[in-house]
């Protein structure tokens, strides 16, 4: 099993549509978990961190579950704009962070 | 506060020569990673740096590339006799800590004619 894994998409959802998509880890002692987005040819940025207890930040929302070993990042009401690759970010151990390779994410007008 | 800062931001460099890229952290933040993407692709970690330490270089090609972050001034990705295959965007990130979150510099660009 991959260290981080994610479906690399892409997901072609229509303007307004709420899509989910998961990324699992093989690590159960892994530690802090993030979720970024990148534009095309541009620098990855924090979308939002992800807690224990869940965490909202307006259309999106991210889960962690630890049982299961994956997270989740919910957008609802999506927008053009929210077009990009979304990378999962697990902290493995004390000395190792991954990246997941990343969903392609479409919104169709 | 600025960000994550990573000059030059494009490169061209011909076979052979060699390639400095330089990442200033962003201010308090004292752990430094490095990727590389090529076209298309994901991003590939290179090597984790503290100050005067490498803590992980498991993702560093075992030739021709080294990295370095002295106690003064920038980080430094080193690219040594370029190919046409080290073509690739090259971001820089720092945190404050490893389970932080890592903001990320624009990269550089650099294309090996």
């Known amino acids: 099993r991959k260290e981080v894994e994610q479906d690399p998409g892409p997901f072609n959802v229509p303007e307004g549509a709420t899509v989910a998509f998961n990324c699992t880890y093989s690590?159960?002692?892994?530690?802090?978990f993030f979720w970024y987005r990148q534009d095309c040819r541009k620098e990855p940025k924090l979308l939002m961190s992800?807690?224990?207890s869940g965490n909202e930040d307006g259309r999106f929302t991210a889960q962690l579950n630890r049982a299961s070993q994956y997270i989740s990042l919910l957008i609802r009401d999506s927008k053009l704009s929210d077009s990009a690759t979304y990378l999962c970010v697990v902290n493995i151990r004390d000395d190792k962070i991954i990246f997941g390779k990343g969903t392609r994410l479409h919104i169709l007008p | 506060n600025a960000g994550v800062m990573q000059n030059p931001r494009h490169l061209v460099r011909r076979r052979g020569q060699e390639a400095r890229l330089r990442c200033s952290p962003m201010k308090g933040h004292s752990h430094v990673y490095w990727y590389r993407q090529l076209p298309e692709e994901g991003l590939k970690f290179m090597v984790y740096?503290?100050?005067?330490?490498?803590?992980?270089e498991s993702g560093m090609p075992k030739e021709r590339f080294s990295a370095e972050f002295p106690k003064e001034g920038p980080s430094i990705l080193r690219i040594q006799q370029v190919v046409r295959g080290d073509s690739a965007a090259y971001f820089c990130?720092?945190?404050?800590?490893?389970?932080?979150?890592?903001?990320f510099g624009p990269g550089t660009r650099l294309t090996v004619t």
């Open positions: 990130a720092s945190s404050r800590d490893l389970s932080y979150e890592q903001y």
């Open positions: 992800v807690y224990s």
């Open positions: 740096l503290q100050k005067e330490n490498i803590i992980d």
């Open positions: 690590n159960s002692a892994s530690q802090s």
